[in-house]
């Protein structure tokens, strides 16, 4: 496998489950990101982990639990959603300190909160 | 902090004509600039970007942009377009400086829409 995968591609879930995003990279790169595209809305960041540290948290409310094991892979653990969460989630990679050659994304996970 | 602005929500253009989508940026220190594109239910595949030198940068599918720092512009533009090209276009800057970090602060998008 190559580039950044994500999964499931799809998933619905209700307001009460518990459920994880996966995201795995295959660049060597050494930072994660997690970003939440709405319909009509900017792309907002939400979680940056540079060598396994998070870094960055844009006030992402705490139903939403990043994790990052290891360069490689990062988790996003969802528990107690609200529908208007329901949106793609993009995670993307890049080479830091300064990530100049730009990010690398996956195809997204589309959430649905019912 | 830097920030960018897609004034053009959607550009409709019809096929083989030439597109022009338009981005400004703001930052206080010198920037990377980047365009990505992003097809349905896809995610976002980067199109070019300019780190620093010549200010024209070329990329895939035939689009070039131009960085012009005094009108702190970073415009993507394609001679002639085609049906596949229809997307959602984002223009996105980081801080190009020591230090300043790896967060990439994107536009709101402008959605091209080739038609026949």
């Known amino acids: 496998e190559t580039g950044v995968t994500q999964t499931p591609r799809h998933l619905v879930m209700g307001m009460t489950n518990k459920k994880s995003l996966k995201c795995e990279q295959h660049l060597g790169h050494n930072a994660m990101y997690w970003y939440k595209q709405s319909a009509k809305k900017p792309l907002e960041l939400m979680f940056v982990?540079?060598?396994?540290?998070?870094?960055e948290n844009n006030s992402v409310p705490s139903r939403f639990s990043p994790e990052c094991p290891n360069s490689s892979h990062l988790f996003l653990h969802l528990h107690t959603l609200q529908p208007e969460d329901s949106a793609l989630y993009l995670c993307a990679s890049s080479q830091a300190p300064d990530s100049r050659g730009g990010y690398t994304f996956g195809s997204g996970t589309r959430l649905t909160v019912v | 902090a830097q920030s960018v602005t897609q004034l053009d929500s959607q550009v409709p253009v019809f096929e083989e004509a030439p597109v022009e989508l338009r981005c400004n940026y703001s930052s206080s220190v010198s920037v990377y600039l980047f365009w990505y594109v992003q097809y349905p239910n896809q995610g976002l595949q980067l199109l070019l970007k300019y780190l620093s030198g010549s200010t024209l940068v070329k990329g895939i599918n035939g689009f070039e942009a131009e960085f012009n720092k005094s009108q702190t512009s970073f415009h993507l533009r394609k001679p002639s377009v085609h049906i596949s090209d229809t997307a959602e276009y984002f223009c996105?800057?980081?801080?190009?400086?020591?230090?300043?970090?790896?967060?990439?602060?994107f536009g709101t998008g402008t959605q091209l829409k080739v038609e026949l």
């Open positions: 982990y540079n060598f396994k540290e998070q870094t």
């Open positions: 996105a800057v980081m801080a190009g400086v020591t230090g300043g970090g790896n967060k990439l602060t």
